[in-house]
Antibody, heavy 120, light 108 residues
Framework: EVHLVQSGGGLVQPGGSLRLSCAGS????????MNWVRQAPGKGLEWIAYISSSGGSKFYADSLQGRFTISRDNAKSSLYLQMNSLGAEDTALYYC?????????????WGQGTLVTVSS | SSELTQDPAVSVALGQTVRITCQGDSLITYYANWYQQKPTQAPVLVIYRKNNRPSGIPDRFSGSSSGNTASLTITGAQAEDEADYYCNSRDSGGNPAVFGGGTKLTVL
């Protein structure tokens, strides 16, 4: 059975950094593209980052302004999101999601979500 | 980047049919996917690549598309279908994905 288990969220001060993790199991992690999606409180879903199966291709939402970095370690079946220079606008529930095909935004498995709160 | 537009809220009587729409220029070129999200839960893929249902999704859910508009139809809506529904597709501006703003479905 496919599982994506997230960790690493929490409370961080403005300007701080945080790293989110997403551990995959039940499938060949290295064969799938992965994404991060976030949802601010009471708001809709926002795609924020994509990484190819090898890690060689990455894309980011313009709204991140270069502050976040997506990465993966296929040997550990894990996906990461390094978040720097965090602001109140980054307060959200963050999800990892598995892609179903090449550069395809149909995502069949999602992590449970991890809450990031940016506040002093 | 492109945008996808959804009606904020739609309601349907129990057992009736409802259509939720998603409009945007990227849908002329790319397929739409649809996600269901219930309170405090992660999104669930209900329709992918315009009109395909993942395993376990009831066949009352179907998808279609015409021009720049994609639709999710629920035929015989059930109480458990009350949720937020989001469309997404590839972004015609080059990014892998863009979401619609979501539609809150109420089953009366």
């Amino acid at each position: 059975e496919v599982h994506l288990v997230q960790s690493g969220g929490g409370l961080v001060q403005p300007g701080g950094s945080l790293r989110l993790s997403c551990a995959g199991s039940g499938f060949t992690f290295s064969g799938y593209e992965m994404n991060w999606v976030r949802q601010a409180p009471g708001k809709g879903l926002e795609w924020i980052a994509y990484i190819s199966s090898s890690g060689g291709s990455k894309f980011y939402a313009d709204s991140l302004q270069g502050r976040f970095t997506i990465s993966r370690d296929n040997a550990k079946s894990s996906l990461y999101l390094q978040m720097n220079s965090l602001g109140a606008e980054d307060t959200a529930l963050y999800y990892c999601a598995r892609g179903m095909g090449y550069y395809d935004p149909s995502w069949d498995y999602w992590g449970q979500g991890t809450l990031v709160t940016v506040s002093s | 980047s492109s945008e996808l537009t959804q009606d904020p809220a739609v309601s349907v009587a129990l057992g009736q049919t409802v259509r939720i729409t998603c409009q945007g220029d990227s849908l002329i070129t790319y397929y739409a996917n649809w996600y269901q999200q219930k309170p405090t839960q992660a999104p669930v893929l209900v329709i992918y690549r315009k009109n395909n249902r993942p395993s376990g999704i009831p066949d009352r859910f179907s998808g279609s598309s015409s021009g720049n508009t994609a639709s999710l139809t629920i035929t015989g809506a059930q109480a458990e279908d009350e949720a937020d529904y989001y469309c997404n597709s590839r972004d015609s501006g080059g990014n892998p994905a863009v979401f619609g703003g979501g539609t809150k479905l109420t089953v009366l």
